[in-house]
């Protein structure tokens, strides 16, 4: 996944979690629900961020955190005397307009302690800057509600309730929004867990399926969804918010605004070099200059390659890319090691190295992704996307 979500949301790095908190009550509250029946659960990362203990009410504390920060995203394990009854993810793709339902236990220090349900609908296919990570929903959310299942009419998971649009924002743009919300999109989530080779659940409404009410979906998602309750926070955070886009606004139009992929290198024509710089005068530089669409910084020589068009982010741990939010929705992205798509390989490419078969699917337009195998320098491009699995020694590009 791209570190997109430094610029469009509030940064969030969990801590390390430890489990010696001698504190007596919860500082942080958030949202987490069942996702195997032998006691893993989801959440968000923000909700366990800091945490020195984390309980899940009703079934003790949990362990062996496993986060994904850069897509808001954790996984703790409970123990339970009896199976717990797993959310099951869906197969079939999101619709815009589609009606929704999120579970969650929102302000739970003020209102009702009980699980809480809200109705709405999917807005957007995507987040901020075209993030295809997140949709768009209406559903309100409040503090408590973060880390909490979306579910669809027939009770299958769509989203995991994560981000909020910030209330500065909107006071600095002028527009007093409403109900802007955003949920991590159940399939980021499901490679996630199968990156930590948890297997999830997943299913399809029957054709012709009537949608359940909501009264019904209550009485069946409920209880697979429990409180998260968070030891050791600092005070004053007394319900694990939704993450918030940046406070301050970009400064440049919004077609020339940047976004920022740490550990990558944006591929274009580079167009001019500066040596000597920092990354924020590189970035200026960008900012400056019409034609620029992207750059590419070496953290290691502070080189600073400004570019005029940019297809693709690639891994480079010496580099930080920035590229033009006008062309988010255009820029492919490898990310995915340890994972693999089966199926749909139509091309084999011998003798190959990473780059060489990340540009052969830029080039090709039957490819919709790639898997990469060091070990035998093999490239296979594919014209269609399998289920994802856990795949070792192997890396997965999607285009």
């Known amino acids: 996944m791209s570190s997109v979500s430094r610029v469009l949301f509030t940064s ?28 893993w659960l989801l959440t968000n990362a923000h909700v366990v ?8 009410k009703g079934k003790g504390d949990a362990s062996d955190p496993r986060v994904d920060a850069t897509n808001d995203l954790a996984l703790l394990k409970i123990s339970s005397s009896e199976p717990l009854k797993p959310i099951v993810f869906r197969r079939a793709p999101t ?27 999917v807005n957007a296919l995507a987040g901020l800057r075209n993030d295809t990570r997140y949709i768009q929903i209406s559903t309100p959310i409040q503090p408590g509600n973060s880390g909490g299942p979306v579910i669809d009419r027939s009770g299958f998971l769509m989203g995991i309730t994560s981000a909020t649009l910030s209330k500065r924002t909107a006071d600095e743009i002028g527009i007093t929004a409403q109900n802007v919300n955003f949920a991590i999109r159940a399939s980021v989530a499901e490679l996630f ?23 019904d979906l ?71 200059e019409g034609q620029c669409k992207a750059i590419t910084y070496n953290t290691k020589y502070g080189v600073c390659f400004l570019k005029n068009n940019v297809v693709a982010l690639i891994r480079n741990g010496d580099a930080i890319a920035s590229y033009s939010s006008s062309r988010a929705a ?24 990473y780059l060489q078969c990340f540009t052969a699917c830029i080039g090709d337009n039957s490819c919709k992704a790639f898997s990469y195998v060091p070990k035998k320098s093999e490239c296979w491009l594919k014209d269609s996307l399998g289920k994802p699995r856990t795949a070792k020694g192997v890396e997965l590009g999607v285009k």
């Not at 969990?14 to 032998?38: E, I, K, R, W």
């Not at 961020?49 to 899940?56: F, S, T």
């Not at 999120?102 to 220090?109: F, W």
């Open 193 to 215: 867990m199968q990156s930590q080779s948890i297997a999830s659940q997943s299913g399809d409404a029957e054709k012709d399926q009537p949608a359940i009410s909501t009264a």
């Open 95 to 121: 619709r815009l307009g589609e009606d929704l339902v999120a579970v969650g236990y929102p302000l739970a220090t003020l209102l009702a302690a009980s699980v809480k349900v809200t109705t709405g609908n």
């Open 12 to 39: 969030l790095f969990a801590a390390s979690l430890g489990f010696n908190c001698l504190a007596d009550s919860p500082t942080a509250s958030g949202t987490g629900f069942a996702v195997t029946a032998d006691g």
């Open 330 to 353: 255009d820029v492919m992205m490898s990310d995915f090691t340890g994972m693999d798509l089966p199926g749909g390989d139509y091309k084999r490419l011998r003798d190959s190295n």
């Open 49 to 56: 961020e800091g945490c020195q203990r984390i309980e899940v």
């Open 218 to 288: 209550a009485d069946k998602i409920t209880p697979s969804v429990f409180q998260i309750l968070c030891y050791g926070k600092p005070e004053g955070e007394a319900s694990a918010k939704p993450s918030e886009m940046p406070t301050s606004l970009p400064t440049a139009p919004a077609s020339a605004s940047l976004i920022d992929a740490r550990g990558y290198d944006a591929i274009g024509f580079d167009y001019r070099a500066v040596k000597d710089v920092t990354f924020a005068e590189c970035q200026a530089a960008c900012e400056g």
